[in-house]
């Protein structure tokens, strides 16, 4: 009766367990909830395109100030690195044997005129003779060969005023444009010439100013072909891209430049193209030489479909998002994402309009489950975070 007796306590004692974890389970318990995720419905949109390099400010003007005759500086009438107005007088070289030269010049035009004078009135006499063979016909050429010789000195005496003339215009160096200038490369009293001793200063003119940067070829490449695919194209009342410029410090400078040089062939050591842009620089915030952001705008990408950049993993097949189906099925997606669009991916290929993404909640999922999606709004998720 033993053994009846043990079967008997045991199966008392199972039921008693089944019992209680039935009481603690509470009624109609059963398997847990779908996790709660949030998605984003995939829809084709219209998104900016920026191209961004680092670029480096040139004067749209540089010229080297230098002496065109020999002499002895006299004054340096400038400030070195101001701002100058074009025509301003920078130097004078000693004027006083170039003055002499030109008295000497306008002395000699006298005498020709004088001579010339001489020779017309000697032509006009022999030929107001009218008694038939008065004069010899050689005594008339040779009249009118010494007015024409007198004639030609006359115009060399003034060819000769006029480069002395020039050359003392010379002995004061102008400012030939409005910009900054440099050191003075001579001081007064040093002794300056048109060949190796000849240069004085330089001058940079900065507005405009350049922006010059460097393209590499693939990206160049891929710019060109995007453009003639019509994959990115100029937004709506934009002619031309446009270029805009962050300094250093974060700040933007206000003035938008053309992009109006681009480079005919591919630098063979860097494999880069070289564009230069022209930017208005009234108030000379830039100054030739500062390293700058360059932003090419202008441009938009239609028809794009982009995904918030944290719905995107990566794993050894690549990027993926995990795409919530018609059955509320988390399905594992590779995607091949392109260029970044403000806090989305651009996908250029491994999803459809109308997909929907999971954004949050990705710790809760894995292929194959079923989850309860509901919308992702970024302006929530964000006020959450703060």
């Known amino acids: 009766m033993r053994p009846l007796r043990f079967a008997t306590g045991l199966a008392l004692i199972l039921s008693a367990n089944v019992t209680s974890m039935s009481l ?12 709660e995720v949030a998605v984003v419905t995939v829809q084709p949109v219209t998104v900016p395109v920026a191209y961004e390099f680092v670029g480096v400010t040139e004067a749209s003007k540089l010229v080297e100030v230098r002496a065109r005759i020999q002499g002895f500086l006299e004054t340096r009438d400038f400030s070195e690195g101001a701002y100058i107005e074009q025509g301003a007088k920078l130097f004078t070289i000693d004027p006083r044997s170039f003055q002499a030269d030109q008295q000497i010049a306008v002395a000699r035009v006298e005498q020709a005129e004088t001579r010339l004078n001489l020779a017309g009135q000697e032509v006009e006499r022999l030929r107001s003779v009218k008694v038939p063979g008065a004069i010899a016909e050689t005594d008339l050429d040779q009249a009118l060969a010494e007015q024409a010789d007198a004639a030609a000195s006359l115009r060399l005496a003034k060819a000769q005023l006029a480069k002395a003339e020039l050359e003392l215009s010379y002995t004061t160096v102008e400012a030939p444009l409005t910009g900054f200038i440099g050191k003075a490369e001579k001081e007064i009293g040093s002794l300056v010439d048109a060949s190796a001793n000849s240069l004085l200063t330089v001058m940079r003119q900065v507005d405009p100013i350049y922006v010059s940067f460097q393209v590499s070829e693939r990206d160049y490449l891929r710019y060109e072909r995007e453009v ?14 446009y270029l805009e ?11 938008k430049g053309v992009i109006d040089f681009e480079s005919a062939a591919i630098d063979v050591q860097t494999g880069t193209v070289e564009l230069r842009a022209t930017l208005p620089n009234a108030d000379k915030q ?47 997606q590779i995607i091949k994402p392109g260029p970044w669009a403000a806090d989305d991916w651009i996908v250029s290929n491994g999803l459809a309009a109308g997909d929907r993404v999971v954004v949050e909640g990705l710790v809760k ?16 998720n964000a006020e959450a975070a703060e």
Do not use: C, M, W
Request: glycine content about 8%; proline content about 14%.
């Open 228 to 241: 003639r695919d019509n994959e990115i194209v100029l937004a709506d009342g934009i002619d031309a891209p």
């Open 245 to 255: 410029v962050t300094l250093l410090d974060g700040s933007v400078y206000p003035e």
């Open 365 to 380: 999922v894995q292929p194959g489950i079923t989850v309860n999606p509901v919308p992702y709004t970024a302006q929530e």
């Open 24 to 35: 603690a389970q509470g009624p109609g318990s059963g398997p847990p909830p779908p996790p």
């Open 286 to 332: 830039l100054k030739a030489g500062q390293f700058v952001n360059v932003h090419i705008r202008g441009y938009v990408r239609p028809d794009t479909l982009t995904v918030p950049q944290r719905a995107v993993s990566q794993s050894p097949q690549g990027s993926y998002v995990y795409r919530v189906d018609d059955s509320n099925t988390a399905q594992f």
